[in-house]
């Protein structure tokens, strides 16, 4: 989550898609993401907790809260994101983009299990 949070510090577009869930990252929408990372003064992160879950492969929760400065004022965002681990990378699961996925498909993390057995419970979380 710090590196995530550094990356919109340094306007690392690059780093954010790639530590994001690789089925998701046609999804993100870079453009918007470059311009929030530029017109924002990024005033801290505060990670309140993160919890690691055991099993193939691992997944994790980081809670925390971001604060930043822009045109409109002073703003903090507190979350619960989820995380999978693939290929020994961790990769952030984005709530914000959808897919449609039924329980019994493949897990769009790559592990080569059903998606009910694996990141189900960590989509939108």
Not at 2 to 29: C, E, F, H, K
Not at 43 to 50: A, F, I, N
Not at 64 to 72: E, P
Request: hydrophobic content about 35%; some cysteine.
């Amino acid at each position: 989550m710090r590196s995530r949070y550094s990356a919109y510090v340094l306007g690392l577009i690059d780093y954010l898609v790639a530590t994001t869930l690789p089925a998701q990252q046609t999804g993100l929408d870079r453009q918007s993401i470059g311009n929030w990372s530029a017109q924002s003064t990024w005033l801290g992160l505060e990670v309140e907790s993160s919890e690691v879950f055991g099993g193939q492969p691992e997944h994790a929760f980081v809670t925390f809260t971001a604060r930043w400065h822009d045109d409109q004022g002073e703003h903090s965002h507190r979350e619960r994101s989820s995380f999978v681990q693939n290929t020994g990378r961790w990769y952030f699961i984005d709530p914000t983009v959808q897919m449609k996925l039924g329980r019994n498909d493949s897990c769009p993390c790559a592990s080569g299990q059903k998606f009910k057995k694996c990141c189900a419970a960590y989509f939108g979380a």
